[in-house]
Structures are given as structure tokens and as C-alpha cells.
């Protein structure tokens, strides 16, 4: 059974860089798909993107011009940079896994990060 | 950003059939698979649904999704208490080259 689970820094402070790492245990991450997922407080869920062992990636356009994620396939792990962040960024974030087949399968159960100073 | 509209908020008493609808722009919904998601209180998403009518093992039958034309729909079958919960469908979206969610259904159970 794929277990994920988020780490990082749970407060960020404004025009800093949000960091967090999502690590796959009871399952290869060369496989799959591995997309972040975040929710700000009291509301919907938005995707942020997806990377791939093999380097494929996609961000969510309103977000494409301050977000990196890439994979250390070596610590079976996969991390999410957000550039310059303000307090609209402050939200539970989660990784979740995507089997290629249009749909999330397994999720972490998600970190919250604050944006404040 | 959502571009999957969901009605805010369903209600059913206890055994009652609750139906729940994504209908998406042009782009969406027909093209793509819908998959739904549960979110219970302070916990993470679930997946509920998947390719707009298989569930994953474990999912009660008494949850069914299907489609029709450009939107899709998530009934639950003699409504319980524990259902009391977010819903969400996504789907990818060829227009924005990504995944989009619904803004969420919040289910009561009266």
C-alpha cells in the first residue's frame, strides 16, 4: 500500500520561497505520476502541478511563472518550490499520486503552511 | 479558477438519495474522465470515483457516478450520517493543460 507524506516548514514568511517534500513509502516513485494539491483555509482544492521520474512536468498556468517540482527518485521523494509568496498562498497542502489515468489514487494527509511575517 | 461547476451545498434526510452535478466549459467533461473525491472534516481528500462510474475497492455501492453529455453526476444511494462531507470532481483539462477541481459540494445530512 503507497503511503505519501508532506514535510517542510509549516510557517513561511511574505516574498520568501515555500518548501516542501513529499515522501513515497510501499511504492516506487519511478512509477506514476506525483502532482501537489493545495486548499486554502475554508475553501476548494487547486492543483499545482505534477512531475514524473522521467522528468515530465506540468503546472497549473496561473501559477507556472513562481513554481518548481521536481524528484529525487534516489530518496524515493518529490518536492515543491513556490517562489515569492504572499499571504494567498498560506493554505493545507498536499501530494497526492496519479496513475496516468486521470485521477488521484492515494494522498498524503496534507501540511498546513502559513504565510506571515 | 474553477471551470467545474458544482452546486454549493446538497441535503438529504438519513436513506434518502442525494445526486450531486459537475458540468464543466467546452472543453470539459466528454473528452476527459471525471473522478469525484470525498473530503470529511479536517481530513484529506479521497478518492471516490473514478473514469466517471468505477469505484475503487473499498467504496460502498451505494455511491455511483455517471455522465451525460458535457456533465457529470455523483449520486449517494440511502444516505448516512458519516457522509456528511465535501464532494469534489476533477478532471483534466486539455485547455488548461492541467487538472481543474469543482468548487465542492457540501453534503448535510438533516
Known amino acids: 500500500q503507497v503511503q505519501l507524506q508532506e514535510s517542510g516548514p509549516g510557517l513561511v514568511k511574505p516574498s520568501e520561497t515555500l518548501s516542501l517534500t513529499c515522501t513515497v513509502s510501499g511504492g516506487s516513485i519511478s512509477s506514476s505520476y506525483w502532482s501537489w494539491i493545495r486548499q486554502p483555509p475554508g475553501r476548494g482544492l487547486e492543483w499545482i502541478g505534477l512531475v514524473s521520474e522521467s522528468g515530465f512536468k506540468k503546472y497549473n498556468p496561473s501559477l507556472r511563472s513562481r513554481v518548481v517540482i521536481s524528484v529525487e527518485t534516489s530518496k524515493n521523494q518529490f518536492s515543491l518550490n513556490l517562489s515569492s509568496v504572499t499571504a494567498a498562498d498560506t493554505a493545507v497542502y498536499y501530494c497526492?499520486?496519479?496513475?496516468?489515468?486521470?485521477?488521484?489514487?492515494?494522498w498524503g494527509q496534507g501540511t498546513l503552511v502559513t504565510v506571515s511575517s | 479558477q474553477s471551470v467545474l461547476t458544482q452546486p454549493p451545498s446538497a441535503s438529504g434526510t438519513p436513506g434518502q438519495r442525494v445526486t450531486i452535478s459537475c458540468s464543466g466549459g467546452s472543453s470539459n467533461i466528454g473528452s476527459n474522465t471525471v473522478s469525484w473525491y470525498r473530503q470529511l472534516p479536517g481530513t484529506a481528500p479521497k478518492l471516490l470515483i473514478y473514469?466517471?462510474?468505477q469505484r475503487p475497492s473499498g467504496v460502498p455501492d451505494r455511491f455511483s457516478g455517471s455522465k451525460s453529455g458535457t456533465s457529470a453526476s455523483l449520486a449517494i444511494n440511502g444516505l448516512q450520517s458519516e457522509d456528511e462531507a465535501a464532494y469534489y470532481c476533477?478532471?483534466?483539462?486539455?485547455?488548461?493543460?492541467?487538472?481543474?477541481f469543482g468548487a465542492g459540494t457540501m453534503v448535510t445530512v438533516l
Open positions: 473514469n466517471f462510474n
Open positions: 497526492a499520486r496519479d496513475e496516468g489515468a486521470g485521477y488521484f489514487d492515494n
Open positions: 476533477a478532471e483534466w483539462s486539455d485547455s488548461l493543460n492541467g487538472y481543474v
